[in-house]
């Protein structure tokens, strides 16, 4: 389910589902919705029978809660009116026990308004032990949880094909599940094709679905919106400005959905659909799209009263009561193999396309190495120096070279007669990577093969005090270069 904002009053109801942060006022939080765990065990003991005042409070409760809250609130009352019906027929008289009671309700409400969000629970009033559970207690039992499922993130592989598979059960609270979403993004970083996994995905923050989601686009894109009826407001959600690692704007992506993929999972869905990003594999998903909260109705009843909805800037409108489709339909079970056929081809098309892009921008990069020697020539060396840091910059930014290739590239033009170009390549190593001794010590190589004694001792210098800082296993060999050109600049 999906991240709502709401100003509760002291009623409200802590439950499993509902993790609590407070904000600016006493009464403003901030609550994460998990999928409610249908198989909790309550005693008979606590499933004492309805009185027909109890059912008469509840229904009138319920109607003052959808009315003052529901997002739309023509059809809240008519759910309130048709519920109120119900009671007035004796339509409710038959349930003495609060889980069918509170099964018939739903079904109601939502014979109405179609919200598959909107749910009345049974809930159990009090521990094992028989005392309230409090606030922190509730909140402490809601972390174990998150953490004990990873917060969301089953599983990450890497499948045949080089294909990055994750499994996700649930978006966590952002706060709390950025670094298990960092991490199992940064595992797939080099995957040629990625499949997600949403077949049991029951939702959750929106925050984390745009964090997941700004992995796979390049530039900023517009997500989805969230209207809420409390303050009349519209919410954006862009992929992040930044983000920890290395965006796949161009990979392959596969979703595979279920049934049972809804509210949170159906967003990651239909935001990667609706802009073409993403093939999605499986069953039509739930159709639960409009975020909300949950409301204490009475000690055993809570009621889940969406109070936003989402809209989408490609499309308009929602996946509310009909789903996300996929483009490639099958049953959940084989949506995997299914996925896994398709990524393997798509991957190798896709690697088939970054080696033609890659040899294209090696040959650019050499063209401007070889102007940048001509300009060295000519004397015009800050001019050389700007060609050379843009081109290795925009190498570094697209995975073509790193620290170790760049220095190899330099000791290449080094050996080759080319030391001004290779001294260039060797000062945009040291000011990239600028925590490493010995990128530092090949500058000194360059300024030494360039009879700038003075500078290469300067280099050797940091090159040898920044290895005995980080207790590099070339100290030594750091201290012989340094030794060396100190000896030269002696004899001169």
């Given at each position: 389910?999906?991240?709502?904002?709401?100003?509760?009053?002291?009623?409200?109801?802590?439950?499993?589902?509902?993790?609590?942060?407070?904000?600016?006022?006493?009464?403003?939080?901030?609550?994460?919705?998990l999928?409610y765990?249908?198989?909790?065990?309550?005693?008979?003991?606590?499933?004492?029978?309805?009185?027909?005042?109890?059912?008469?409070?509840?229904?009138?409760?319920?109607?003052?809660?959808i009315?003052?809250?529901?997002?739309?609130?023509?059809?809240?009352?008519?759910?309130?009116?048709?519920?109120?019906?119900?009671?007035?027929?004796?339509?409710?008289?038959?349930?003495?026990?609060?889980?069918?009671?509170?099964?018939?309700?739903?079904?109601?409400?939502?014979?109405?308004?179609?919200?598959?969000?909107?749910?009345?629970?049974?809930?159990?009033?009090?521990?094992?032990?028989?005392?309230?559970?409090?606030?922190?207690?509730?909140?402490?039992?809601?972390?174990?949880?998150?953490?004990?499922?990873?917060?969301?993130?089953?599983?990450?592989?890497?499948l045949?094909?080089?294909?990055?598979?994750?499994?996700?059960?649930?978006?966590?609270?952002?706060?709390?599940?950025?670094?298990?979403?960092?991490?199992?993004?940064?595992?797939?970083?080099?995957?040629?094709?990625?499949i997600?996994?949403?077949?049991?995905?029951?939702?959750?923050?929106?925050?984390?679905?745009?964090?997941?989601?700004?992995?796979?686009?390049?530039?900023k894109?517009?997500?989805?919106?969230?209207?809420?009826?409390?303050?009349?407001?519209?919410?954006?959600?862009?992929?992040?400005?930044?983000i920890?690692?290395?965006?796949?704007?161009?990979?392959?992506?596969?979703?595979?959905?279920?049934?049972?993929?809804?509210?949170?999972?159906?967003?990651?869905?239909?935001?990667?659909k609706?802009?073409?990003?993403?093939?999605?594999?499986?069953?039509?998903t739930?159709?639960?799209?409009?975020?909300?909260?949950?409301?204490?109705?009475?000690?055993r009843?809570?009621?889940?009263?969406?109070?936003?909805?989402?809209?989408?800037?490609?499309?308009?409108?929602?996946?509310?009561g009909?789903?996300?489709?996929?483009?490639?339909?099958?049953?959940?079970?084989?949506?995997?193999?299914?996925?896994?056929?398709l990524?393997?081809?798509?991957?190798?098309?896709?690697?088939?396309?970054?080696?033609?892009?890659?040899?294209?921008?090696?040959?650019?990069?050499?063209?401007?190495?070889?102007?940048?020697?001509?300009?060295?020539?000519?004397?015009?060396?800050?001019?050389?120096?700007?060609?050379?840091?843009?081109?290795?910059?925009?190498?570094?930014?697209?995975?073509?070279?790193?620290?170790?290739?760049?220095?190899?590239?330099?000791?290449q033009?080094?050996?080759?007669?080319?030391?001004?170009?290779?001294?260039?390549?060797?000062?945009?190593?040291?000011?990239?990577?600028?925590?490493?001794?010995?990128?530092?010590?090949?500058?000194?190589?360059?300024?030494?093969?360039n009879?700038?004694?003075?500078?290469?001792?300067?280099?050797?210098?940091?090159?040898?005090?920044?290895?005995?800082?980080?207790?590099?296993?070339?100290v030594?060999?750091?201290?012989?270069?340094?030794?060396?050109?100190?000896?030269?600049?002696?004899?001169?």
């Amino acid at each position: 389910m999906i991240k709502s904002e709401l100003l509760l009053n002291s009623n409200y109801l802590i439950s499993e589902e509902v993790f609590m942060k407070r904000k600016s006022t006493l009464f403003a939080v901030t609550i994460l919705f998990l999928v409610y765990n249908h198989s909790l065990a309550i005693s008979q003991e606590q499933k004492a029978n309805l009185s027909a005042e109890e059912r008469q409070a509840v229904v009138d409760r319920i109607s003052n809660l959808i009315t003052e809250n529901y997002v739309f609130l023509e059809v809240a009352e008519k759910s309130a009116e048709h519920i109120q019906g119900q009671l007035k027929a004796g339509h409710y008289d038959e349930f003495t026990e609060p889980e069918g009671f509170a099964k018939k309700l739903t079904e109601d409400l939502q014979s109405v308004n179609h919200d598959k969000h909107m749910r009345v629970r049974f809930r159990q009033p009090q521990t094992l032990a028989g005392q309230p559970e409090d606030p922190e207690s509730a909140r402490a039992r809601m972390l174990r949880r998150m953490r004990a499922g990873n917060y969301g993130f089953r599983k990450v592989e890497i499948l045949d094909g080089n294909i990055g598979y994750i499994d996700m059960r649930s978006f966590s609270d952002v706060d709390l599940g950025r670094q298990a979403a960092v991490s199992a993004m940064r595992f797939v970083t080099n995957s040629d094709a990625l499949i997600f996994d949403m077949r049991k995905n029951g939702g959750g923050s929106p925050a984390m679905v745009q964090l997941v989601c700004s992995y796979l686009f390049g530039k900023k894109t517009h997500l989805n919106s969230l209207y809420w009826r409390r303050g009349d407001r519209t919410q954006e959600f862009w992929t992040l400005d930044e983000i920890d690692g290395k965006r796949m704007p161009d990979v392959p992506v596969f979703v595979l959905t279920s049934k049972r993929t809804f509210s949170g999972a159906e967003e990651f869905t239909y935001n990667l659909k609706t802009r073409k990003r993403a093939k999605i594999v499986g069953e039509t998903t739930g159709g639960g799209a409009n975020p909300g909260g949950t409301l204490r109705i009475n000690e055993r009843f809570g009621i889940f009263v969406p109070t936003g909805r989402a809209i989408n800037p490609v499309t308009g409108t929602n996946w509310e009561g009909v789903g996300v489709e996929p483009d490639i339909k099958v049953e959940a079970d084989s949506a995997l193999a299914v996925a896994q056929k398709l990524a393997i081809e798509a991957a190798k098309e896709y690697r088939e396309t970054q080696i033609a892009k890659a040899t294209q921008r090696s040959e650019e990069r050499n063209q401007t190495l070889v102007k940048a020697n001509a300009l060295f020539d000519k004397n015009k060396h800050a001019e050389a120096e700007s060609l050379i840091n843009t081109a290795l910059n925009q190498a570094v930014l697209s995975g073509d070279l790193n620290e170790g290739l760049i220095n190899g590239m330099g000791y290449q033009h080094l050996q080759s007669g080319a030391p001004d170009l290779a001294v260039a390549i060797f000062k945009f190593n040291a000011s990239r990577y600028a925590d490493s001794p010995n990128v530092y010590d090949s500058l000194g190589d360059g300024y030494d093969k360039n009879n700038q004694l003075e500078l290469a001792k300067q280099s050797y210098e940091t090159a040898y005090k920044k290895g005995l800082e980080m207790h590099d296993d070339n100290v030594q060999a750091y201290k012989a270069n340094l030794e060396r050109v100190l000896k030269k600049i002696s004899l001169k």
